[in-house]
Nanobody, 119 residues
């Protein structure tokens, strides 16, 4: 079965940086599309970054230029580098395979990792 475990969240001041990690098992990161979602209190879950199997990336307008999604195939791990953080980035961040369709065979929602940005 697919398991994705997020880590690296924490409390940071506005303007700071964090790197989130997504350790994968039961799926090969290097041959699948991967993505990061986030969900803030009282808001819908939002797709913020996508990395395709071919290595191209796409970002939500709200994070473009500040966040970078990447992978380490040897570690079977996906990352989200978050720079110039803003209070509105505060959310629980989730990693998913098949990020556009969210098909069940590619996994399900995990526990996520909390990112809190203070002003």
């Amino acid at each position: 079965q697919v398991q994705l475990v997020e880590s690296g969240g924490g409390l940071v001041q506005a303007g700071g940086s964090l790197r989130l990690s997504c350790a994968a098992s039961g799926i090969i990161v290097g041959i699948n599309a991967m993505g990061w979602y986030r969900q803030a209190p009282q808001k819908q879950r939002e797709l913020v970054a996508v990395l395709t199997s071919g290595g191209s990336t796409n970002y939500a307008a709200s994070v473009k230029g500040r966040f970078t999604i990447s992978r380490d195939n040897a570690k079977n791990t996906v990352y989200l580098q978050m720079n110039s953080l803003k209070p509105e980035d505060t959310a629980v961040y989730y990693c998913r395979a098949d990020p556009l369709k969210l098909r069940a065979e590619f996994g399900s929602w995990g526990q996520g990792t909390q990112v809190t940005v203070s002003s």
